[in-house]
Nanobody, 126 residues
């Protein structure tokens, strides 16, 4: 079992930066693929990025590639999302996810994950 809690969201102007954190509890954290998703009002949950258990492999949505960076600290049980060059279309509730249901899952679908945080709101003004 893994419990997740996001922080670091806020209001920022276009072109600015934010750093999101996801604190995880549970002894199985280090063995889990971890991910960030986002959801804007009226939209489906959208994949942002994921990172493998040993941080050797990362994957990004095309919409954030080159601007966002995902990282993890398996000692502190943290997953981070560094967001630069933010755009108004990045405005959403950002959610941390973990625990792939199967190694056969791609990790880019919301249903691929067992554990979810409550989310942290990111608002980018133009």
């Amino acid at each position: 079992q893994v419990q997740l809690a996001e922080s670091g969201g806020g209001l920022v102007q276009a072109g600015g930066s934010l750093r999101l954190s996801c604190a995880a509890s549970g002894r199985t954290f280090a063995g889990n693929t971890m991910a960030w998703f986002r959801q804007a009002p009226g939209n489906e949950r959208e994949f942002v990025a994921h990172i493998s258990p040993n941080a050797a492999r990362t994957t990004y949505a095309d919409s954030v590639k080159g601007r966002f960076t995902i990282a993890r600290d398996n000692v502190k049980n943290l997953v981070l999302l560094e967001m630069n060059s933010l755009k108004p279309e990045d405005t959403a509730l950002y959610l941390c996810a973990g625990g792939l249901r199967s190694i056969l899952k791609s990790g880019t679908g919301a249903t691929d994950y067992q554990y979810w945080g409550q989310g942290t709101q990111v608002t980018v003004s133009s």
